[in-house]
């Protein structure tokens, strides 16, 4: 049986480390750095960027829940207008027939006026809120944006830092870093501004 042959395995080593050195392999190195620090920061503005759409949504949702709660009750209202008309419809009656009207009647008419006034307020207090919550959702639905914005920007960055390693054109890096510094501040800003 022949022997086996025998290779250096160390000396192969050096000279393909030497190799890779010589050839850009510190530029792979940062590129490869930078990529990953790129992704990580990307993976980040994803997350927010759910979880600001998730929470606008909420309180959309709770938005439509309040506008209902508010259609309600001016609906309520305009049953107690009705109501009030009615026996101020009945007043009349016995006014044109020249006689009194009963005094049940008039406090009636008076008592659902009153009560339209308390039902007033809780519709526009409902629609209050509604507002409210619709403003703070517009408000996080422009956060999304901005970090939906940012998380593009890191893929770009990520993708031209492929390129970069690919081609070792250490122009295409410089472009992925930039791409990357402008997706930073487009994260930082929603969480600086609230």
Known sequence: MPEEIEVDTDSLREKIDEEIERTGGSLLRWISLTTAIL????????????ATVNEALLLKTEATRLQAEASDQWAYYQAKGIKAAVAQGAQS?????????????????????????????????????????SHEADVLLEQHHRYAAAVALFQIAIALGAIA?????????????????MGTVALLLPMLGR
């Open 39 to 50: 992704a990580a920061l990307a993976a980040i503005g994803s997350l927010r960027a759910g």
């Open 93 to 133: 009656s016995w006014q044109a027939a020249g006689r009194p009207s009963p005094a049940a009647l008039t406090d009636q008419a008076a008592r659902y006026v009153r009560e339209q006034g308390d039902i007033q307020k809780k519709a526009l207090e409902f629609e209050h809120q509604r507002d409210e919550r």
């Open 165 to 181: 390693a690919l081609t070792k054109v250490r122009l295409a890096w410089i472009v992925s870093l930039f791409a990357g510094a």
